[in-house]
Nanobody
Framework: QLQLVESGGGSVQSGESLTLSCAAS????????IGWFRQGPGIGKDLVGV?????SAGRTYYADSVKGRFTISGDNTLHLDSLKPEETAVYYC???????????????????????WGQGTQVTVSS
């Protein structure tokens, strides 16, 4: 199993930026993709796809709400620019290898089926 550890979260004001990292270790064979999801505050919130990368296909996918502001790189780093208060959430990176045959736009819109997740990193955006 692939082990994932997120870092880089923190508290910022609206309009500021953060860079999140997702360090991978363990079983890295067939490790060709990663997905970034977030879960808002409160009880019972769903994981929502934010940005994903398929390294084998050389393609990325971004949720409409973050296009032009968030950027995912080949080392799994997620750059979050011009942050908004409604984007306060715990951000997770996950291994979608069980969905590897799907295009990136598909596995970035379903949280179920991921092989493993990191512990999450908190992002808080104040107005």
């Amino acid at each position: 199993q692939l082990q994932l550890v997120e870092s880089g979260g923190g508290s910022v004001q609206s309009g500021e930026s953060l860079t999140l990292s997702c360090a991978a270790s363990g079983f890295t064979l067939d490790y060709y993709a990663i997905g970034w999801f977030r879960q808002g505050p409160g009880i019972g919130k769903d994981l929502v796809g934010v940005a994903c990368i398929s390294k084998s296909a050389g393609r990325t996918y971004y949720a409409d709400s973050v296009k032009g502001r968030f950027t995912i790189s080949g080392d799994n780093t997620l750059h979050l620019d011009s942050l908004k208060p409604e984007e306060t959430a715990v951000y997770y990176c996950g291994d979608p290898r069980r969905r590897a045959r799907m295009p990136v736009e598909n596995f970035c819109q379903m949280a179920r089926g991921y092989d493993s997740w990191g512990q999450g990193t908190q992002v808080t955006v104040s107005s």
